[in-house]
């Protein structure tokens, strides 16, 4: 991929997973970092992980809130308690224009988390240090 697009990925596991006492297995820096399946602690460090945990990539905002829409209702039954509502598509439309990430994550039943993400590339509007995972 050469121009600027979104790499979409999926994060559901055991609450308990992401405090494994602490977190330094969700820093860049820590050894178990590339390999652990947890969500990174920075959103962009999703870039650092290995490309086979890209769910999908999309040049188009508008096909990457379609995918990121899906995901919310793929996991809409696993949803409890009070969780702040998803976004709406035409705002997740807007800040993926822009070259935002779109970033969520909600507590679901059984004591599992829900991590669900697009992160800008080429470049990363806050970490253009960051290489793309596809090359």
């Known amino acids: 991929m050469n121009g600027p697009h979104?790499?979409?990925?999926?994060?559901l596991g055991s609450g308990d997973v992401l405090v494994k006492p602490g977190d330094?297995?969700?820093?860049?820096?820590?050894p178990e970092f590339r390999s652990a399946?947890?969500?990174?602690?920075?959103c962009a460090d999703?870039?650092?992980?290995?490309a086979d945990r890209i769910e999908a990539t999309f040049e188009e905002p508008k096909?990457?809130?379609d995918w990121y829409d899906a995901q919310l209702n793929r996991y809409?039954?696993?949803f409890v308690g009070s969780y702040a509502p998803k976004p709406s598509y035409e705002e997740t439309v807007?800040?993926?224009?822009v070259g935002e990430d779109r970033v969520g994550g909600w507590w679901v039943s059984g004591g599992r988390f829900l991590s669900?993400?697009?992160?800008?590339?080429?470049?990363?509007?806050?970490r253009s240090d960051l290489a793309c995972p596809l090359r």
């Open 63 to 65: 096909e990457a809130a």
């Open 37 to 42: 399946q947890v969500m990174p602690l920075q």
């Open 46 to 50: 999703w870039l650092l992980k290995p």
């Open 76 to 78: 809409a039954e696993l």
């Open 94 to 97: 807007r800040v993926l224009s």
């Open 116 to 126: 669900l993400n697009l992160i800008a590339c080429s470049p990363h509007r806050v």
């Open 6 to 11: 979104h790499h979409g990925y999926v994060w």
């Open 24 to 30: 330094a297995h969700r820093r860049p820096d820590h």
